[in-house]
C-alpha cells in the first residue's frame, strides 16, 4: 500500500511510531505516514457554494431529436441524432451542503455539455421566473432567504419581510409556495433557463430564446406534510432516489424545447424578454422541441465529481451566447469569480470541468497548474506561435448601445402582478385542490412571522387577487393562534431604533436610513 503521496510502500498502515510500547508512549515527529495522513485530513473540506450548496449529480448525454439548425450554428446541434456527453449537477438553493433535500424551495439543474468545441453550461432552474431583476439585489435576496446572522435560525420574518420589499418577485413567489416547489425528486421535475439566450448563426445573425426542460418521468411532488416528514426521515431522498434510479439500469431523460423569440417582436412586446421575473406566453412564443437529456451513470466520486464541478452561464460555445439580461450580465462576473475562491484558480483544468480541447495561453501558472505552456508564447500575437483566434464565427452585431450613465432601480408597477395573477386564477385553479395546498402552504410559512409584517404580506397577496389576499389572512391568522412569532425571529422595532452604545456597530444603521441614501 503506498500510504504517503510520494509512491513508497507503507507497512504498518495504522501503526504509529513512538518511544514506549504500552499506553505510557511518546510519538516521534519522524512518523511521516502519521503525519501526512493526518493533516491530509484536515484540509479536506473546501467552502460550500455560497447558494445550492446542497447537490447530487449525474452522467448522460444530450441527443438532437428534431433539426434546428435554421436558427443556430452551434456544431453539436447540426445533426439529428447525435449525442453529446453531459454532466448533470442537480440542487437546493438555500440550504447548506448537510441540509435535508425534501424542504419547499427552487430546484438547480445544471448540465455541462461537452462538445467539441468547448463545454457549454445550461445553469438553470425548476422556477421559470426569478424573484429578482436588478442584480445588486441578489445579496439581499440571498440573506433574507438564508439564516438570520445573531440566532443562526431560519427567520421568517426576514424572509417575508424581505419580500414586502421587493414585490417584483411575486411571480415567482407564487411558484415557491405552490406544491411545484416540493418535487418528490429531481427526475420528475421541469426546468428552465429563465432567461432570454441567443441562438447566433455564422452569417451573424441572431434570435432570442428561452430553453424549457420537460421531464418524461411526469411531475410528481409531494404535499407540504409529506415533504415535512420526509426530510425528517430521510435527509438525503432525492439524492438516494436519484442514485438508486440509476444503479437500477433507468436512464430517467428530459425533452429540451426552445420559445424561439424574433428580436423584432421582442422590440415591441410588452413584456420585457430581459425581465428574469416573466415568463413569455406560449401563445406569442410557442415551444419547439430539439433535444432529449438522458441520465445513466452515476459518479464515481461524489467528491471530485459534483463538489469540484464549476459550471458557469459563460461557458458558451459557438451558437449560443448571453443576452443583455441584467441578471444574467451580473452572474457572469458571479461564477468565475466564487470558483477560483472555492476551487482554486485552475478549476478548470480539473477533470470534472475540462474542457474536451482547450488551449489558452494567455492564462498561465497559479495554484494546482497541471498542464504547462512550456515553450509556447504567452502572449497574443506573437511572431512564433502557430495559432490563431477562431475566424470562422463572425461576432453578431446587432447591439448597439448610446445613453447616458443612470442608477437604475426597477420600480414595482402593476403588470408585475399580472402573470402572479394568471398563476392563481388560471393555473392553480386547473389543478384540483391546488388554490388550497397554495395558501395553506403560505399559512404555514408566514405564520412564524410578526404581526407588522404579516399584513403587508396580506396586503401583498391581496395586489394579487382580493379573495387570495383574504383567504392568506385567514388561514395565517388562525395557524399563528394568539399571533406569538417565533421568539427567535428578528424584531423589526429592534431594527427600527438606534440602541445607542448596546451594539458596536450600531452607527452603521444610520447608513442605512432612508434618508443617508437619499431616498426619503
Ligand atoms: C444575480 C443573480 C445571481 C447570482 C449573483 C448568482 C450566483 C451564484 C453563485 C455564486 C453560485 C455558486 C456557484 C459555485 O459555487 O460554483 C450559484 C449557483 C447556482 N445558480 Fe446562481 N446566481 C444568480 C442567479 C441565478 C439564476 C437566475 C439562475 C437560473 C436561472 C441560477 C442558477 C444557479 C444554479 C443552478 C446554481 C448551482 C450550480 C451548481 O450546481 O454548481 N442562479 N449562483
Given at each position: 500500500?503506498?500510504?504517503i503521496?510520494?509512491g513508497?510502500?507503507?507497512h504498518?498502515v495504522?501503526a504509529?511510531q ?7 508512549a511518546?510519538?516521534l ?16 473540506r473546501?467552502?460550500e ?5 446542497r447537490?447530487t449529480?449525474?452522467?448522460g ?6 433539426d ?7 456544431d453539436f446541434l447540426?445533426?439529428?441524432g ?6 448533470v449537477r442537480f440542487?437546493v438553493?438555500?440550504?447548506?451542503r ?7 424551495d427552487?430546484r438547480?439543474f445544471t448540465?455541462k ?5 468547448g463545454?457549454l ?11 429578482i431583476?436588478?442584480?445588486a439585489?441578489?445579496a439581499?435576496f440571498?440573506h433574507?432567504t438564508?439564516r438570520n446572522p445573531?440566532?443562526n435560525l ?8 424581505y419580500?414586502?420589499n ?5 411571480h415567482s413567489?407564487?411558484f415557491l ?8 425528486d429531481?427526475q420528475?421535475?421541469d ?7 441567443r441562438?447566433t ?10 430553453i424549457?426542460v420537460?421531464?418524461?418521468?411526469g411531475?410528481?411532488?409531494f404535499?407540504?406534510t409529506?415533504a415535512?416528514?420526509v426530510a425528517?426521515?430521510?435527509?438525503d ?7 438508486e434510479?440509476?444503479?437500477a439500469?433507468n ?17 415591441n412586446?410588452p413584456i420585457n424578454?430581459f425581465d428574469?421575473?416573466?415568463t413569455l406566453?406560449f401563445?406569442d412564443?410557442?415551444?419547439?422541441k430539439?433535444g ?7 459518479p464515481d466520486d461524489h467528491f ?6 464549476a459550471?458557469s ?15 444574467l450580465?451580473t452572474r457572469a462576473?458571479?461564477?468565475p ?11 478548470y483544468?480539473l477533470p470534472?470541468n475540462?474542457?474536451e480541447?482547450s488551449f ?6 497559479g495554484a494546482a497548474?497541471f ?5 509556447t ?6 511572431s512564433?506561435s502557430?495559432?490563431?483566434v477562431a ?10 448601445w448610446?445613453g447616458?450613465?443612470v442608477?437604475y432601480?426597477?420600480q414595482v408597477?402593476?403588470a408585475?402582478?399580472k402573470?402572479?395573477?394568471?398563476f ?5 385553479a386547473a389543478?384540483s385542490g391546488?388554490?388550497d395546498s397554495?395558501?395553506s402552504n ?5 405564520k412564524?412571522?410578526i ?5 403587508v404580506?396580506?396586503a401583498?397577496?391581496?395586489?394579487v387577487n ?9 388561514a395565517?391568522e388562525?395557524?399563528a393562534g394568539a ?6 425571529n428578528m424584531?423589526?422595532?429592534d431594527?427600527h431604533?438606534k440602541k445607542?452604545?448596546?451594539h ?9 436610513a432612508?434618508k ?5
Amino acid at each position: 500500500m503506498n500510504g504517503i503521496r510520494n509512491g513508497a510502500p507503507v507497512h504498518d498502515v495504522s501503526a504509529s511510531q513512538r518511544i514506549g510500547n504500552q499506553l505510557r508512549a511518546t510519538l516521534l515527529l519522524q512518523d511521516i505516514n502519521l503525519l501526512e495522513v493526518i493533516q491530509h485530513l484536515t484540509h479536506e473540506r473546501i467552502p460550500e457554494r455560497i447558494v445550492h450548496a446542497r447537490g447530487t449529480g449525474a452522467h448522460g448525454y444530450f441527443e438532437v431529436t428534431d433539426d434546428i439548425s435554421d436558427v443556430t450554428s452551434a456544431d453539436f446541434l447540426q445533426r439529428v441524432g447525435e449525442k453529446t456527453p453531459l454532466f448533470v449537477r442537480f440542487s437546493v438553493v438555500a440550504g447548506e451542503r448537510g441540509g435535508a433535500e425534501t424542504v419547499r424551495d427552487q430546484r438547480g439543474f445544471t448540465f455541462k455539455i461537452r462538445t467539441k468545441e468547448g463545454n457549454l453550461d445550461w445553469v438553470f432552474l425548476s422556477i421559470p421566473a426569478f424573484p429578482i431583476r436588478d442584480g445588486a439585489k441578489f445579496a439581499s435576496f440571498t440573506h433574507a432567504t438564508k439564516r438570520n446572522p445573531r440566532s443562526n435560525l431560519p427567520d421568517h420574518t426576514m424572509f417575508w419581510d424581505y419580500f414586502n420589499n421587493n414585490q417584483e418577485s411575486i411571480h415567482s413567489l407564487m411558484f415557491l409556495f405552490s406544491d411545484r416547489s416540493t418535487p418528490k425528486d429531481f427526475q420528475h421535475a421541469d426546468c428552465f433557463s429563465v432567461h432570454t439566450y441567443r441562438f447566433t448563426k455564422t452569417d451573424g445573425s441572431f434570435v432570442y430564446v428561452r430553453i424549457h426542460v420537460n421531464t418524461n418521468q411526469g411531475i410528481e411532488n409531494f404535499t407540504a406534510t409529506e415533504a415535512s416528514r420526509v426530510a425528517g426521515e430521510d435527509p438525503d431522498y432525492q439524492t438516494r432516489s436519484l442514485f438508486e434510479d440509476i444503479e437500477a439500469g433507468n436512464t430517467p431523460s428530459w425533452d429540451v424545447y426552445a420559445q424561439i423569440i424574433d428580436p423584432k417582436k421582442a422590440a415591441n412586446y410588452p413584456i420585457n424578454i430581459f425581465d428574469s421575473t416573466k415568463t413569455l406566453p406560449f401563445a406569442d412564443f410557442p415551444k419547439r422541441k430539439f433535444g432529449r437529456i438522458v441520465l445513466n451513470r452515476n459518479p464515481d466520486d461524489h467528491f471530485a465529481e459534483v463538489e469540484q464541478s464549476a459550471f458557469s452561464p459563460t461557458n458558451v460555445v459557438p451558437g449560443w451566447a448571453l443576452s443583455p439580461d441584467p441578471i444574467l450580465q451580473t452572474r457572469a462576473l458571479a461564477y468565475p469569480d466564487t470558483q477560483r475562491h472555492r476551487l482554486g484558480v485552475n478549476f478548470y483544468q480539473l477533470p470534472i470541468n475540462k474542457p474536451e480541447h482547450s488551449f489558452t495561453p494567455l492564462m498561465r501558472d497559479g495554484a494546482a497548474t497541471f498542464k504547462g505552456l512550456g515553450a509556447t508564447p504567452n502572449y497574443f500575437p506573437s511572431s512564433f506561435s502557430h495559432y490563431d483566434v477562431a475566424t470562422q464565427y463572425a461576432r453578431p452585431d446587432e447591439e448597439h448601445w448610446l445613453g447616458t450613465v443612470v442608477n437604475y432601480d426597477s420600480q414595482v408597477v402593476d403588470a408585475d402582478f399580472k402573470q402572479a395573477r394568471i398563476f392563481w386564477e388560471k393555473t392553480l385553479a386547473a389543478h384540483s385542490g391546488q388554490q388550497d395546498s397554495f395558501v395553506s402552504n403560505v399559512a404555514g410559512h408566514l405564520k412564524d412571522a410578526i404581526a407588522e409584517v404579516r399584513k403587508v404580506t396580506y396586503a401583498m397577496f391581496t395586489r394579487v387577487n382580493a379573495d387570495l389576499g383574504k383567504r392568506i389572512e385567514k388561514a395565517t391568522e388562525a395557524a399563528a393562534g394568539a399571533g406569538n412569532a417565533l421568539a427567535s425571529n428578528m424584531k423589526l422595532a429592534d431594527l427600527h431604533e438606534k440602541k445607542k452604545g448596546s451594539h458596536d456597530n450600531s452607527d452603521n444603521f444610520d447608513l442605512f436610513a432612508h434618508k443617508a441614501w437619499g431616498r426619503s
